[in-house]
């Protein structure tokens, strides 16, 4: 009879319950993450670029009272320049750009930058058995830095290789600020550690070169420029376990 009674016994419990781990209370936690972002240019780089795309990483630290602070680091690229006449001088009389032995060169113009900043923020818990997961704010200062590529693969372009391209990259440096608000997932075991959400960037920043060779007899401005990016970001954390674990039984 008991062989009859206790496979019963032992279904029922886990078809009705399931253990399940706690996060009760928020725990301190290394937080190192590789991140995609989408980038809307506005401002004065709307300008200059079209869309943009940001990869990158951050490292930091969370605290047992949700409070963290990271340092971020991204890599800024994109293909459309907003600059149509900035090869022009040197086209020929059939549209092309010869190389050194007189043939046609494949010149592409890129747009390319950095930026980095220190942050700090904090995690709202939305549910209290995952207290190290919740809505997340954090906002930063830092570097920017964004200039015209121009590439030529194996052709050899007298006029734009090494110090000649100077006059047409419109390398471009300052301050940085950053802005983000999302929902951060951090189970305190498990591979799937994810946050997302929107962010903003503007760069505060100035024209490096004295002169531009396809516009010689316009003064390059001094001004302080306002290079705002803004989109979605997204990142995968990389997992550091906790040892401890508290249950509770969902039925």
Do not use: C
């Amino acid at each position: 009879m008991w062989k009859a009674i206790l496979p019963v016994l032992f279904i029922s419990f886990f078809t009705r319950g399931q253990v399940t781990p706690i996060d009760t209370a928020a725990d301190a936690r290394v937080m190192v993450s590789i991140h995609y972002a989408t980038g809307w240019t506005g401002g004065d780089l709307v300008h200059r670029y079209g869309y943009l795309n940001l990869v990158g990483f951050s490292a930091g630290y969370k605290f047992r009272n949700n409070w963290f602070v990271l340092g971020d680091a991204n890599f800024i690229f994109g293909s459309e320049v907003k600059i149509p006449t900035l090869l022009d001088q040197l086209k020929d009389s059939f549209g092309n750009i010869t190389d050194v032995n007189g043939d046609p060169a494949t010149v592409s113009v890129l747009a390319r930058g950095v930026g980095a900043t220190a942050q700090i923020g904090k995690i709202f818990p939305l549910n209290k058995r995952n207290q190290n997961s919740g809505i997340m704010v954090h906002v930063g200062l830092g570097y920017m830095n964004h200039r015209i590529k121009i590439e030529t693969q194996t052709q050899v372009v007298p006029l734009i290789e090494l110090d000649y391209k100077k006059g047409y990259d419109r390398l471009t440096t300052g301050v940085n600020a950053m802005q983000f608000l999302g929902y951060s997932y951090m189970p305190r075991n498990g591979f799937y550690n994810f946050y997302g959400g929107i962010y903003a960037m503007e760069g505060f920043t100035k024209n490096r070169r004295t002169i531009f060779f396809d516009e010689p007899d316009v003064p390059v401005s001094s001004k302080t420029r306002l290079d705002v990016i803004v989109g979605l970001k997204f990142g995968w954390y990389i997992p550091f376990y906790s040892t401890q674990k508290d249950y509770y039984i969902e039925y």
